[in-house]
């Protein structure tokens, strides 16, 4: 993942990343790992932000922490272990000068574990709120107008696993022009413990 962003065509960017690892274990040979890596990255680009916590909060909380290290007007949001084209933040970049966009989102497709095979594409529609309310078919690249993501409040905590619906959905709410990019900029690594693959792994709420 840091590497696609270090990748990118567009370069005026800053990618947040709060570690929620620790688990009150520092001993523990992944999350030393782990950190090795990150404080290396965050010293090679000083475009790299990190944050260690002292503890797992859950990934909406985690996700707040990391947000709090943003200073763009703009924020975009992907998981750990994705990939983004190197097109992608230039993609979006171009539809906030070119649309007034508040809200961008793309679409996307799968990449096998190896990064080698690409397959199972999702070409989405563009913005209809009645297909939404049924299936979050926007999640990623998901890139918000950092003043309409504090109106919606960020993350909640009570909507873990269903997080991101959650935040894009107020997000929708408040925005006044959500633009649709009709490109394949986000690459969803798949895995067998993936919730969006085994559907019964998600707790029916």
Request: hydrophobic share 35%.
């Amino acid at each position: 993942m840091i590497d696609s962003v270090r990748k990118q065509s567009y370069e005026k960017w800053e990618l947040c990343i709060a570690d929620g690892s620790l688990n009150g274990d520092e001993n523990d040979t992944k999350v030393i790992r782990v950190r090795e890596e990150l404080n290396r990255y965050s010293m090679e680009d000083k475009r790299i932000k990190v944050v260690y916590l002292e503890e797992n909060q859950g990934i909406a909380e985690n996700t707040n922490q990391a947000l709090a290290l943003a200073t763009g007007e703009y924020i975009g949001l992907f998981d750990h272990d994705d990939m983004l084209t190197p097109d992608a933040l230039y993609e979006i970049v171009k539809a906030i000068n070119d649309q007034d966009a508040d809200v961008i989102y793309t679409d996307e497709d799968k990449v096998s574990m190896d990064g080698q095979h690409y397959f199972d594409p999702h070409f989405k529609s563009d913005f209809n709120l009645f297909r939404f309310r049924d299936n979050n078919y926007i999640c990623h690249i998901f890139a918000v107008k950092r003043q309409v993501a504090e109106q919606a409040g960020y993350f909640r905590k009570e909507f873990d696993g269903s997080q991101d619906f959650d935040f894009i959905f107020r997000c929708c709410e408040k925005a006044e022009k959500i633009v649709h990019i009709p490109k394949v900029l986000y690459h969803w690594r798949c895995h067998m413990d993936s919730t969006a693959q085994i559907r019964k792994a998600r707790p029916m709420l």
